[in-house]
DNA sequence: TTTTTTCTGTTGCAATTGCAACTTTTTTTA
DNA sequence: TAAAAAAAGTTGCAATTGCAACAGAAAAAA
């Protein structure tokens, strides 16, 4: 991506507003906690977005891969619980403060304008994939937020044969559902002839 | 909203990239279909972003209010449904095309360069909301959705008494769930000490 | 390789929710 | 200001869902 890119080489040049981390499998990256302008980038691994709910429960509340862009600056200032990021595998990241994005840095460094541009597209880029997720967590039933998942993988992959990406133990929280309901809606749509399901493989038959 | 003066500024000194246009009610401010950069800004007035359903069902997917952005920029490029954003009272909508926000306008207005971090700090703004909302319907039951809901009206007004500042037909929209089971759940909730009610002034009564 | 952990798959049951069909109240429009 | 439209409020009932508690398969760790 070359957004990516442009950052890099802006780090690289020695911009000293990018600073750029290393962390393992379970390690913090950061927390949702007073750093109201901090924007990080995930440029490999994966990351889990945390929180625990007042029982201890852990709860995922979003999570991140290659190229993705998070922090606190996309929450609510006014957050009841403590939200924290996960590395989920070995991850590098870079971190950037909010405002040194809009005003220049000292050094005046020549990648800094490209900074906002390319900030600007990987937070449009965040925005599609919140309103894919809001597309389907507004759907009533089970059946439809299935259905309107397939149909949004069906439909990037120009394929009726899509492979749910993710285990579906994620994907029944990425809908908000139970997952044994979820399973037990997956085998109501197979016995109903709307899809054919092998393991995550999931043909739809329908239309 | 600074960004918002700053983008008024670039517009009424003659910047021709971007271009200011008026709407009444009901009138069809854009719709989602090729027009993939395209990027709007709400400067006063209200809008719907609405889709109508194989039924032929009206459904209002998301709104706008003053200082929103929003644009097909904003979503996933393969949508099964044509969306359209409707104005719902009288608007002015200022209109920008991304790949102008990135390279200079011919003219190198002097305004286009706040124009990009402007169009960020929107755009970040857009995403705290979509959290906001992802964050609600992803509660599994109509009562955690409208706590949680009423929780972050609560801790943005610093006050245990909180309006809801939408009809409560919007509000099951906005939750995603039907309205006589959530009005049915708010009486639970004042029933069981939780809440009292008074039309859409509630109070909170726990902890 | 064995052990441990995570994921998949299943089912009964109780609780929640959506749907439909109303009445009443409030707001908007003519 | 009268009429029309939208919103609020209610309730019974059937369908969906979450919960709990399993067993077996697959993947990861030791």
């Known amino acids: 991506m070359d957004e990516i890119s442009s950052l890099i080489n802006a780090l690289e040049q020695g911009c000293s507003k990018i600073q750029k981390k290393y962390f393992k499998k379970n390690e913090i990256i950061t927390t949702y906690i007073q750093k109201r302008s901090q924007i990080c980038i995930l440029m490999s691994g994966k990351a889990d977005l945390i929180r ?27 957050t009841n619980n403590e939200l ?42 965040n925005a599609i994939h919140q309103n894919t997720r809001i597309e389907v967590l507004s759907k009533r039933s089970i059946r439809e937020k299935l259905l309107s998942y397939f149909s949004i993988l069906s439909s990037k992959d120009f394929s009726k044969t899509v492979t749910i990406p993710i285990s579906l133990t994620n994907l029944a929280d990425y ?26 493989k999931i043909k739809l038959l329908y239309k």
């Open 52 to 78: 625990y709910d007042l029982n201890g429960n852990k709860d995922i509340v979003d999570n991140f891969n290659s190229n993705d862009i998070f922090g606190e600056a996309f929450y609510p200032v006014h």
């Open 84 to 125: 924290s990021v996960i590395a989920n595998a070995n991850c590098c990241v870079l971190f950037l403060v909010h405002d040194d994005i809009l005003r220049k840095c000292k050094s005046n460094c020549k990648f800094h304008n490209i900074l906002s541009s390319s900030i600007l597209e990987l937070t449009l880029n």
């Open 175 to 200: 809908l908000s559902v139970d997952r044994s309901a979820m399973m037990r809606e997956l085998k109501n749509l197979a016995n109903e002839g709307f899809i054919s399901k092998n393991g995550s």
